[in-house]
């Protein structure tokens, strides 16, 4: 059960991903946005993605619990937090190519978001 709703997450995940890096691509290559403003707005758009397929396929949650999206609204925050510092690390201190870093940070923050979402945002003991 864990391994088909953990891979059912990295589908989701995929989904949001390209969402995410559709939305930076545009802003950020097309556009020419700074990267810290493209990067907001690809990351709001693939967490919307994320928790309405998540809520639905991989948890199969058809609750409609206001603290849920809370707790969802807390880990989206943080993984945001977290990208933006990694982000400026890569790209200002090291000097890494936008879309490069932004790949670095999508891998890393995947396992944070499953390890949240399972025990916390979806888990129906806890909310």
């Excluded at 990267?35 to 993605?49: M, P, T």
């Excluded at 969802?72 to 937090?81: I, R």
């Excluded at 879309?99 to 995947?110: K, M, P």
């Amino acid at each position: 059960m864990v391994k088909k709703q953990f891979f059912s997450y990295v589908g989701v995940g995929v989904i949001a991903t390209l969402t995410d890096w559709i939305v930076f691509f545009v802003l950020f290559s097309l556009s020419g946005l700074y990267y810290q403003y493209a990067v907001s707005f690809a990351f709001i758009s693939g967490a919307l993605v994320k928790f309405g397929l998540n809520k639905r396929f991989t948890f199969r949650d058809k609750s409609r619990k206001f603290r849920q999206l809370g707790f969802y609204a807390l880990m989206v925050c943080l993984s945001y937090v977290f990208t933006l510092v990694l982000m400026y690390f890569l790209v200002e201190i090291l000097l890494f190519n936008g879309l490069i870093s932004r790949a670095a940070t999508t891998f890393l923050v995947l396992f944070f978001g499953y390890f949240f979402d399972k025990n916390v945002t979806f888990n129906k003991k806890f909310v």
